[in-house]
């Protein structure tokens, strides 16, 4: 088959490899019909994700049919059409009893397209797949549903409800990547009263605004604290969600955080970030930090189904599977290319 292969910093190929087979009881293969890039994969190939080794398939996102199934798979069958979790989890030790599925002690958590094989590929082996498959219900669109594998999970776990939004609130969100728009599009489940979206780029703060935002802050001049405490008449937010992964975007968070609310960290950061204890400490804050488990994956998809969520607005552009390399081109250059998402389909 053919795949996107990573081989060390910068390099890549869409090279031959061989079909993926059955290794556990509790594995399916799955051929992909529809993958995406994340920015993840980007991080992978800067080099920042040495856990990812030469000739590791990247790609933990996407939507396929089931080409076969392991013994011990009760809940899908071959022909059965898929959305994939970027989390595998096994659904039976005692952080996925938790609902930890990203801290799965079986050899679960987020290892496709990164311990293992993944997704931008003709096929993939998908380990656990009872816990981490979920049918794709008839009639949806596919191509939204890929959203679900990674980014509207993260969004809606890390920054929604781990901020606790709830109605009336104000919330700002730092960072309109897929990952923060994900977060503005969930956050409205909630109904709060304003939305603020803080970013660099022009053109994302105008998506974030069709999105839901109900005020924009361009923080290119600096200014983002003096202008999000503007417009809260100096209060602050209820929930400040961090969507970024810098040092500069969570100080940002500390500083416009009202007293009692909620800083909820979604970025993955890979510097020292300091806490301002020194002001905080008489707050009432509440700080927090996740891994995406999509636990609430049954739930974002009815949503979809229903018409109430709408991730399909994240897809900006489309390719095919044998352009794959072409498609990350166009996602590393993300904001000359005026990318979110982009679908990647087999045919
Ligand atoms: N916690 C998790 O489980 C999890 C899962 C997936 C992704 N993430 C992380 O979430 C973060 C966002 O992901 P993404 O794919 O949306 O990333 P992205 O790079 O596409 O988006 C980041 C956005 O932040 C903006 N930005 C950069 N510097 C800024 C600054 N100083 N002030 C304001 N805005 C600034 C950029 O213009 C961009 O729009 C990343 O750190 C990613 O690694 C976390
Ligand atoms: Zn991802
Ligand atoms: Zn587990």
Known sequence: MKALVYHGPGKRSWEEKPKPAIKDATDAIVRIEKTTICGTDLHIMKGDVPTVTDGRILGHE?????????????????????????ITSCGKCEACKKGMYSHCSNGGGWILGHLIDGTQAEYVRTPFADNSLYLVPKGVDEDALVMLSDILPTGFECGVLNGAVKPGDTVAIIGAGPVGLAALLTAQFYSP???????????????????????????????????????????????????????????????????????????????????????????????????????????????????????????????????VMKAYDTFGNAAKERALKVIIRKA
């Not at 996407?62 to 994939?84: C, H, N, P, T």
Request: neutral net charge; glycine residues 10%.
């Open 62 to 86: 996407g939507v396929g049919v089931v080409e076969e199934v392991g013994s011990a798979v009760s809940s899908f069958k071959k022909g059965d059409r898929v959305l994939i979790s970027c």
């Open 193 to 323: 009263a304003e939305l603020i979206m803080v970013d660099l780029d022009a053109n994302r703060l105008e998506v974030a605004k069709q999105f839901g935002a109900t005020k924009l802050v361009n923080s290119g001049d600096g200014k983002a604290v003096e202008k999000v405490m503007a417009l809260t008449g100096g209060k602050g937010v209820d929930v400040a969600i961090e969507a970024v992964g810098i040092p500069a975007t969570f100080d940002t968070c500390q500083d416009i955080v009202a007293a009692g609310g909620h800083i909820a960290n979604i970025g993955v950061h890979g510097k020292a970030v300091s806490l301002k204890l020194e002001k905080l400490w008489a707050h009432n804050i509440t700080i927090t930090t996740r891994l995406v488990d999509t636990v609430t994956t049954p739930m974002l998809l009815k949503n979809v189904v229903s018409g109430r969520l709408s991730p399909r607005k994240l897809i900006t552009h489309e390719f095919k599977l044998d352009d």
